[in-house]
């Protein structure tokens, strides 16, 4: 006869199902559920502590997620994250995988999946994520598939690639440790891995062609039309323009970007061009060509006045007011550079007249005319006293440009803070708190822009998640849970008996923690061998594969809060789609485990 639940353990059970149905309805926001469950548990542990505890003990369990290691380290990775972007450090591997998405989408989709799952095998898979996560948000920002389509399957492959080695995760040695410990013979490294690689095959269809169709895309759809603005590209002695003509190159530039006027035959130094292009069009095609389209001193002076104050480099919209002293004038002409310090990267005019000679001047530069919007390039100060002398009207939409001369820096710390916990140097919390101070001390990141890194969605749930988990172990529900496993399974077949733990393990990882379901299971999945006279490898290797596949609950695992506040998921996105695929791994490496060890 099984014992009822003790009444803590039962509250507990209650409160996680509680806390489940709330973030699945989505009627209120994650913030609300996460600190309405610490404030739960806060008070029913005041009122009703655990034995042997004091009413104090319970406010430190219901509120130890704020200064948990796991929250110190999800918010140091984001601030990596936001080293890398905020620097540029991530544009070439970003326009790589571009032209492979520009290619075809679902086979950039399946190379990505493919290195995620293929990486994770040998590394950590956090530091994995870590490192691709800001390359696809880039891409989404470049027109690529939505952030919020390919993060939840790049996570879940990432995570079926660190099922496969026992030093893919640190869950997968805690495992093979206590067993160990309880007397198995320790498993190799790839021991399991041919299992892991079929199962893994089986789920690729869903993860590569069903998963991303289940997500919505969470980009906002500009529906205005786009400024484009003219201006005059000077070519310069490195360009690749130099000694060829122009349209043996357009194929490699940007498609909102065109050139006017072209000249004939092949082109020479310091040759201007008239151009236009959106404000991405023009920075790729700059970037490609090599030219320039402001004076190379001004552009200078910028850089080096930014280096020198530690401020960013901002791009902005200006419109040209009918008070202002420009109208008529020409860029040439305006004494712009001079007077402020910024440099106009372009002009854009409403419902251009095409072809009107009096818009320009002898030497081919556009006139200034009232309602014009210039694209200007300086520090804030500068940008700021310029729109105030010459009566421009600034726009929104100010963007600051990365701080391309610690690209290199930025990712020489990510490189070390990920090789230095893939190798086990360091633990991950270790690694990523240590690259985040350096991003500080370096100026990769400004301590004022801090909260753009972080999410105080993610936060809370973190912290929410980590009571859960904690009352859940601490109030002897998880015991109890097993205890009822393992006097139900004697009824089963083995496949039966494998699914179950696994089942059972699978539903402790999304709600407590890995290394709770871990540190649980793998005891019972022991003793359960025993019980029923079977190996205990393919039971174990069934609480193993159970600690992995945490792709249900945003909760269950760092990386999949990781890309919470980046993909806008809301928790529900997380259950629509992890649900089927932890049936789709359950029953193949339930299958396969009987088939492998002939049970």
Not at 290 to 307: F, N
Not at 375 to 402: I, N, Y
Request: glycine content about 8%.
């Amino acid at each position: 006869m099984i014992a009822l639940p003790s009444f803590h353990a039962l509250a507990a059970m209650l409160v996680t199902v509680a806390m489940f149905v709330a973030f699945a309805r989505g009627r209120m926001s994650v913030e609300i559920i996460s600190l309405l469950t610490i404030a739960v548990i806060a008070v029913g542990l005041y009122f009703f502590p655990l034995p042997g505890t004091a009413p104090t003990d319970g406010l430190a369990l219901a509120f130890s997620g704020f200064g948990h290691y796991a929250l110190i380290t999800i918010c140091a990775l984001m601030i990596l994250g936001r080293g890398l972007v905020v620097t540029g450090a991530l544009e070439p591997a970003a326009r790589l995988l571009e032209q492979l998405f520009k290619f075809n989408l679902q086979l950039g989709l399946l190379v990505s999946l493919v290195i995620a799952f293929v990486l994770s095998m040998g590394v950590n898979n956090t530091p994995v994520l870590v490192l691709l996560m800001p390359i696809f948000v880039a891409l989404a920002a470049r027109g690529a598939m939505s952030a919020s389509r390919t993060l939840i399957p790049l996570n879940a492959a990432s995570l079926l690639g660190g099922m496969a080695t026992t030093i893919g995760t640190s869950t997968n040695i805690l495992v093979v440790s206590i067993a160990v410990d309880l007397g198995m013979e320790r498993m190799g490294v790839f021991d399991f891995t041919p299992i892991v690689l079929i199962a893994s095959l089986i789920a690729l269809p869903y993860l590569w062609l069903v998963m991303p169709r289940m997500l919505r895309d969470h980009r906002v759809e500009d529906t205005a039309v786009r400024r484009r603005f003219h201006t005059r590209l000077r070519v310069g002695q490195d360009s690749m323009l130099m000694g060829e003509e122009i349209a043996t190159v357009i194929p490699r530039l940007p498609a909102d970007f065109e050139f006017h006027d072209t000249p004939q035959g092949p082109l020479q130094p310091q040759q201007r061009l008239n151009v236009s292009g959106t404000h991405e069009a023009l920075e790729d095609a700059l970037r490609t060509l090599k030219g320039e389209v402001a004076p190379v001193w001004v552009l200078d002076r910028i850089r080096r006045k930014s280096d020198e104050q530690g401020e960013d480099i901002a791009v902005v919209e200006m419109t040209v007011t009918a008070d202002s002293r420009l109208i008529n004038r020409t860029l040439p002409t305006s004494g712009i550079a001079d007077l402020y310090g910024v440099a106009v990267l372009g002009i854009h005019r409403p419902e251009r007249l095409v072809g009107a000679k009096d818009q320009y001047s002898a030497g081919g530069d556009l006139r200034i005319s009232e309602g014009d919007v210039l694209l200007v390039m300086g520090l804030p100060g500068d940008l700021a006293k310029f729109a105030r002398a010459d009566s421009l009207l600034t726009l929104e939409g100010m963007r600051e440009l990365p701080r391309r001369s610690k690209a290199v820096l930025a990712a020489a710390i990510m490189g070390g803070a990920v090789a230095t916990a893939a190798i086990g140097l360091f633990p991950i919390a270790i690694s990523a708190l240590a690259g985040a101070i350096l991003m500080f001390v370096t100026g990769c990141v400004k301590f004022d822009r801090v909260g753009r890194a972080l999410s105080a969605q993610v936060i809370v749930l973190v912290a929410a998640s980590i009571a859960i988990g904690r009352i859940i172990d601490d109030s002897g529900a998880a015991e109890w849970l097993g205890i009822v496993l393992s006097n139900l399974l004697s009824v089963l077949p083995p496949a039966g008996v494998l699914a179950a733990i696994m089942l059972f393990v699978t539903v402790l990882t999304n709600f407590a923690s890995n290394a709770t379901a871990a540190t649980v299971g793998t005891p019972i999945a022991f003793a359960i061998a025993s019980k029923l006279g079977l190996p205990p490898e393919p039971l174990i290797l069934a609480v193993l594969f159970g600690c992995n596949l945490c792709y249900a609950t945003p909760i269950a695992y760092q990386t999949n809060m990781l890309i919470m506040a980046e993909g806008q998921y809301a928790f529900k996105d997380y259950v629509r789609t992890g649900v089927p695929l932890v049936l789709i791994m359950v029953t193949s490496l339930s299958v396969l485990l009987v088939m492998t060890y002939g049970l």
